[in-house]
């Protein structure tokens, strides 16, 4: 048996995953051809595809963390496994991920599947590589009209991989300029891949918001001298995407 029919995935076709989500609306299921969705909270404020970091997927513990902190603030989290992290998973051997385009050719299939489920807008964001993923996929969305309902609403980061940890020149923001719809993006001051300082060297559109975790590394985590702790600064984190949902969430009923 597979780890996530382990897990408690429930096996579905796509075309079934409609009915059974009025079944089970925060179910987890291995979506035929596609992989593992799992489903959390009510979209009481908005619904978010959230995907996973390049070495840890949808169960690792800031995953489930931010998620579950997440869902508790009113917005319903979708959460995938690429392929490449299914495998990991299957096999319990670690392994990089694909080149970001085939990355990004998956997020788009499960985005085209997912939004066409519900009424109401689809958000998309992820952490760190599915962050930058999800802005890729952003950037490629029509421009003419933002807020028409085939546009992706806004954008949610966990830890934007501005640039690799030891290439502080080799930034990844080329494509953000075409992104049309409000980011938000939590980052950590501490982060490696784009420190507080770091990131205020930048030019960023207007349209994305950065919100800093004090004394945070690139998994919310603080120094012990801080007085914080990582779950403190998860929930400060849910809390300001929670409401920047909230403040640019049109059409959900």
């Not at 840890?56 to 989290?77: C, D, E, I, K, Y």
């Not at 080149?99 to 992820?126: K, S, V």
């Not at 690139?218 to 400060?236: A, C, M, N, W, Y």
Request: with cysteine; hydrophobic share 40%; net charge neutral.
């Amino acid at each position: 048996m597979s780890y996530y029919a382990l897990s408690g995935y429930i096996e579905v076709p796509p075309k079934a995953l409609k009915e059974a989500l009025q079944r089970q609306p925060n179910g987890a299921f291995l979506v035929q051809g596609m992989g593992p969705l799992a489903i959390h909270g009510q979209a009481r404020l908005g619904r978010l595809l959230f995907a996973h970091g390049a070495g840890a997927g949808q169960q690792s513990p800031f995953m489930r963390q931010f998620v579950t902190s997440l869902a508790a603030q009113g917005v319903q989290v979708l959460c995938v496994d690429f392929p490449y992290m299914q495998q990991m998973q299957e096999t319990g051997k670690r392994r990089p991920p694909p080149p970001i385009a085939q990355t990004l050719d998956q997020f788009a299939q499960w985005y085209a599947l997912l939004a066409d489920l519900f009424d109401e807008p689809l958000w998309i964001g992820g952490k760190s590589m599915g962050g930058r993923v999800a802005t890729l996929f952003a950037s490629k969305q029509p421009t003419s009209n933002p807020l028409s309902d085939s546009a992706v609403p806004g954008v949610v980061v966990a830890g934007y991989p501005f640039h690799p940890t030891k290439a502080p020149d080799k930034l990844r923001l080329d494509h953000w300029p075409a992104i049309a719809c409000p980011m938000l993006i939590l980052q950590g001051e501490r982060d490696p891949f784009g420190t507080r300082d770091e990131v205020a060297r930048y030019t960023l559109p207007s349209n994305a918001q950065l919100a800093w975790l004090t004394d945070g590394d690139h998994d919310f985590k603080p120094r012990r001298f801080s007085g914080l702790t990582q779950t403190v600064l998860i929930d400060e984190a849910t809390q300001v995407a929670a409401s920047f949902v909230r403040a640019h969430c049109t059409g959900l009923t």
